[in-house]
């Protein structure tokens, strides 16, 4: 019994799947296809029959009795080639397809022929002409479904400068495909017009030849727009205006020529009920793979859309025309993806403002567009080219700058403007112009992997350090002054200095950089006159390089330092300073040992090199080269005054070479070694040394006096070759045991640094020449310590 039963059922299912392929079958073959010419008559000898039938109207009758018969199976009308004149609706219905053969051109008309019927405003409407002719009765997405217009070959839908027509409007209409024709000659209205509508494709097309009418909604291509009953202005019967979106659309591998406006929205839709807000967004808009040539406002303007795609679109323009204002206006719009796209020949490449709208709906509140990390990193990897303005706004604040890494080139004049205009919204660009000028600069030089820097002549005043990064040349020509702003030094983080060499990136991080890992192959060169001027501001600083490789500072004349470095050379390795003149030094609390050039490590304990961007990794200095430079009326001119370590364990400056320099007139010792392995210094001229006094006096109540050269911790130096010429005092000492002074190196343990001079070393040492100095001082003084006076130390005598 339960076989029978089971067989029963199957044969039951058998026959239930077989009457429905069936009446599907049926269904299908009821389909029709008919293929018509300008020379068709309706199928219908109703509209044949009627008064207003005539030579100006057959046409449009024609293919709408076509529509007619289609409306309830469905199926496809084929146009042949040729020109049809259209000067009334026609309603396309549900499961339709018109296909327009090659040559095919459809033409928007006025003239009727008679009184009794008025052309309209539209040529086709995606609703069959049932429902077209009921009473706000169509809403939520009801009219035609699964209906197209397609183009095969060269198709024209020709508007005939009807003023405010419109070609196609798809409204609560879904499965909508208008592919492959030509649109041209609107004169305002738009020739795709999509509100309220579903699943929606737009391809294949181009766009072009229209009249400028005044007005945003007379200026758009295509046009997306939310039904609402304040803002819509279709004017429809049938229409329901029920806040329907728009969602799922696709425009895509279109072209738009000569447009106001290629794509958008003009009005957002946001109402309030029981004090809540509803914002109606368009959502699941696609715009792919377009090319907008010569718009003139802007190819996207969007209104209220939630996460637009918006991907491998080109807008351009060609020759001098005018700039659209943007490649895409976004207003109230949230996430959108913007990624692959080119856009050349505008004002803005990308600009966002609230929605808020004008006339119709004013009275909606406005929204603002949202732009996370992520859009906005997605947009900063368009690629731009001609632009007025360089940056993404977002109502007032700036969200991102575009940059180029092919752009590595610069000259710059005390005119010049930050780079894609950066910083020119700062609070305190007027006062700081020069810093965020050149900054801007420096960071796509850091950008594009480094590039070159011509400064022509000029004085630019300087209020916050510029840092430099890799691979980068600064040439300045004769004439360029840059002078230290301001009465204080310390007015923003890091503002004592005027140059800094390190990543602009990592300026203001913490503990990011540590050995020789920072900015490297870097090169200053002065041409003539060139001055980098301190201008006797408090602690200001020149130059500061710091776990920097690989630098040349050349011709430049350092000016004016009150109490602190010209150029504090830190944890650096492979620099040279050469054919430079250092001049001008202000004496601040009585240490005149500052140096114009300070040769030290990154050591908190000795706390000698204050940026947080450093590991503070006790890296030291190596392979250093000096020569050919002039140091004049300074306090000492090269040298270390804290030393570093390892516990007992002594870290040394490397290599440090000091060559054919000149060293007029100072305060203090010319050349303070601390710590200096392999140490050459030769060559040098050192004239009137200490003519210059302090205020710090000995126990006797008299000026200190001090020697040209003060050696302590020093292993293999080769002092040797040089000129010491109206000296006061000893021309060298060399202490053998010193011990650290710094309270943090102290407490850290430093073990004492002793000095290792071998014999060929002291020989070297005395063949130096001594002139103008009294007898008595003529010798190198060898303390064994430096709480050793130098009346009680070993002298050693120069043997020339």
């Known amino acids: 019994m339960k076989r029978k039963w089971k067989l029963w059922m199957i044969a039951f299912v058998l026959f239930v799947m077989t009457d429905i392929m069936m009446q599907s079958n049926q269904a299908e073959a009821k389909k029709r296809t008919f293929t018509v010419s300008s020379k068709t008559i309706p199928c219908s000898s109703s509209y044949r029959q009627k008064p207003y039938y005539n030579k100006k109207t057959k046409q449009y009758y024609m293919i709408n009795s076509y529509m007619r018969r289609l409306s309830t199976t469905g199926g496809t009308l084929k146009l042949k080639k040729g020109t049809y004149k259209i000067p009334g609706t026609i309603y396309v219905p549900s499961n339709v397809k018109i296909v327009c053969a090659n040559g095919v051109k459809i033409k928007k008309t006025k003239a009727t022929g008679t009184k009794k ?15 077209a002719s009921g009473k706000q009765n169509t809403g939520k997405y009801a009219a035609s479904k699964n209906a197209s217009i397609q183009g095969n070959g060269k198709v024209i839908f020709d508007m005939g400068n009807v003023n405010g027509a419109t070609a196609v409007f798809v409204g609560h209409a879904s499965g909508i495909t208008v592919s492959g024709v030509r649109f041209r000659n609107k004169k305002g209205g738009s020739y795709i017009w999509i509100e309220g509508s579903k699943n929606i494709s737009v391809r ?36 329901k205006k029920d806040n329907t979106v728009n969602k799922k659309v696709k425009i895509e591998n ?11 929205t003009t009005k957002s839709v946001v109402l309030e009920k029981n004090k809540q807000t509803k914002e109606y967004y368009q959502k699941s808009i696609t715009i792919a793979a377009n090319t907008f040539t010569n718009t003139k406002k802007a190819p996207i303007y969007a209104v209220l859309w939630k996460k637009p795609t918006i991907k491998k679109n080109v807008v351009k323009r060609n020759g001098a025309e005018k700039r659209a204002s943007a490649g895409m206006l976004g207003f109230g719009v949230e996430e959108p993806s913007f990624t692959a796209n080119q856009i050349s020949g505008c004002s803005y490449a990308v600009k966002f403002d609230r929605a808020k709208n004008s006339g119709k709906g004013k009275k909606f509140p406005s929204v603002m567009s949202v732009i996370g990390v992520t859009a906005a990193n997605k947009i900063a990897a368009t690629k731009v080219d001609d632009l007025s303005h360089y940056y993404v706004p977002n109502e007032t604040a700036r969200i991102l700058y575009f940059r180029n890494r092919t752009e ?18 700062a609070s305190d660009y007027t006062k700081r112009k020069v810093y965020y000028t050149l900054m801007s600069y420096m960071e796509q030089l850091e950008y594009a992997g480094g590039g070159t820097i011509t400064v022509k002549a000029g004085n630019y005043e300087v209020t916050n350090n510029i840092c430099i990064p890799s691979n980068v040349t600064i040439r300045m020509e004769n004439g360029v002054t840059f002078t230290k702003k301001g009465t204080t030094a310390t007015d923003i983080c890091y503002a004592k200095s005027i140059f800094t060499i390190v990543p602009p990136s990592k300026d203001g991080t913490v503990k990011t950089i540590s050995g020789y890992n920072g900015s490297h192959d870097v090169k200053i060169i002065g041409t003539g006159m060139v001055r980098m001027n301190c201008a006797n501001v408090k602690n200001c600083m020149a130059l500061v390089m710091g776990h920097a490789r690989n630098i040349t500072i050349e011709g430049i004349t350092f000016q004016n330092e009150y109490g602190s470095h010209f150029m504090e050379l830190n944890s650096s390795c492979n620099v040279t300073i050469e054919k430079c003149t250092f001049e001008g030094f202000k004496v601040l609390d009585k240490k005149s040992y500052k140096e114009c050039i300070n040769v030290d490590g990154t050591d908190l304990n000795t706390d000698g090199f204050n940026y947080d961007w450093s590991a503070h990794d006790k890296t030291i200095c190596k392979n250093i080269l000096i020569q050919n430079t002039t140091f004049k009326n300074i306090g000492t001119a090269i040298g270390s005054h804290t030393y570093s370590a390892n516990g007992q364990t002594q870290l040394y400056h490397e290599n440090v070479r000091i060559l054919n320099n000149t060293f007029d007139g100072t305060y203090n010792a010319a050349i303070r070694a601390l710590n200096w392995k392999d140490t050459v210094i030769s060559r040098n001229s050192f004239l009137r040394l200490q003519v210059l006094e302090d205020g710090v006096l000995n126990a006797n109540g008299n000026q200190t006096k001090y020697v040209a050269l003060l050696l302590r911790g020093v292993v293999n130096p080769t002092v ?51 002139t103008n100095v009294a007898e008595k001082y003529q010798k190198i003084v060898v303390r064994e310590n430096n709480d050793q006076s130098d009346s009680d130390a070993e002298k050693k005598a120069f043997l020339q």
């Open 408 to 425: 590595k080139n610069f000259t710059i004049t005390t005119a010049t403007e930050p780079y894609q205009e950066k910083y020119t919204d």
């Open 720 to 770: 040797t070759g040089n000129v010491f010429e109206d000296c006061k005092y000893y021309p060298i000492r060399v202490v053998m045991r010193d011990s650290a002074t710094v309270d943090g190196a102290v407490k850290a343990g430093y073990g004492d640094t002793i000095s290792s001079v071998s014999d060929v070393n002291w020989s070297a040492m005395q063949k130096n020449t001594v």
């Open 254 to 264: 279109n072209q738009f020529l000569g447009a106001d406006v290629g794509i958008g």
């Open 117 to 131: 019927v008025k052309s309209t405003k539209f040529l086709f409407q995606m609703i069959s002409e049932e429902k």
């Open 204 to 239: 294949q097309c181009v766009f072009e030849r229209k009249k400028d009418v005044s007005g945003l909604k007379n200026r758009m291509a295509v046009r997306l727009e939310t039904s609402n009953q304040t803002t819509s202005d279709f004017s429809g019967k049938w229409y």
